[in-house]
């Protein structure tokens, strides 16, 4: 069975300091790893995907993640915060290569930014 | 636009009540989801559907029904069943084809017990 560990349910960075939201993975099989956003009383919106291609993946906003197999982990970073980016953030993995695609989230990690 | 429209936005459950969500997507995916999310816990999966007039069970099916009589339409109707209903509900949608199809989704229904 697949499951996913956000490390962290609430992380708390200055404006413009690095943000770090840690997530690790188990799958038996080549994993789709997938990192969404949500703003308050709104639906996810997607930031990133990891589909095998390459390891290290650029999503909206300056947000990127790097795939570590070794690690089993799939942490995602921007190099500087802006008030903007105060969200929740969930990890996802999904192993069904095609047709509906179960997603395994996380318990989601909320980020706030200090000015 | 395109997109995954769910209504109402609020609702509100009496006691032995059954009440249904909406969902409806004009983005002609064949796969649509329902999720359900409480504080802490993530999203976890409800009930799921590839085709038209099928479907599967998720993870937490139980006291929750679900259709799929149209492509674009796929309500979830909470029943009277269900003990602990109140929590945010979400409907995705993905095409089918080949794996790491993204899932859309709507902007979620607030459901609430009086």
């Known amino acids: 069975a697949q499951s996913v560990t956000q490390l962290g349910s609430h992380v708390s960075v200055s404006e413009g300091a690095l943000v770090l939201l840690r997530c690790n993975y188990s799958?038996?099989?080549?994993?789709?790893l997938f990192w969404y956003v949500q703003y308050p009383n709104q639906g996810l919106q997607l930031l990133l995907k990891?589909?095998?291609?390459?390891?290290l993946v650029k999503g909206i906003n300056g947000f990127e993640a790097e795939f570590k197999k070794s690690e089993t982990s799939f942490h995602l970073t921007k190099p500087s915060a802006h008030m903007s980016d105060a969200a929740e953030y969930f990890c996802?993995?999904?192993?069904?290569?095609?047709?509906?695609?179960?997603?395994?989230f996380g318990q989601g990690t909320r980020l706030t930014i200090n000015p | 636009d395109g997109g995954i429209t769910q209504s109402p936005k609020y609702l509100f459950r009496k006691e032995g009540q059954n009440v249904t969500l909406s969902c409806e997507q004009n983005l002609n995916h064949d796969a649509m989801y329902w999720y359900r999310q409480d504080p802490g816990q993530g999203l976890r999966l409800i009930y799921y559907?590839?085709?038209?007039?099928?479907?599967q069970k998720g993870d937490i099916a139980e006291g929750y029904s679900v259709s799929r009589e149209k492509k674009e339409s796929f309500p979830l109707t909470v029943t009277s069943a269900q003990k602990n209903p109140t929590a945010f509900y979400l409907c995705a949608s993905t095409p089918f084809g080949a794996g790491g199809n993204i899932q859309y989704f709507g902007a979620g229904t607030r459901l609430s017990v009086l």
């Open positions: 559907s590839q085709i038209v007039n099928d479907f």
């Open positions: 996802a993995v999904s192993d069904q290569g095609g047709g509906a695609q179960k997603l395994v």
């Open positions: 990891y589909t095998s291609a390459a390891t």
């Open positions: 799958s038996s099989v080549p994993p789709y």
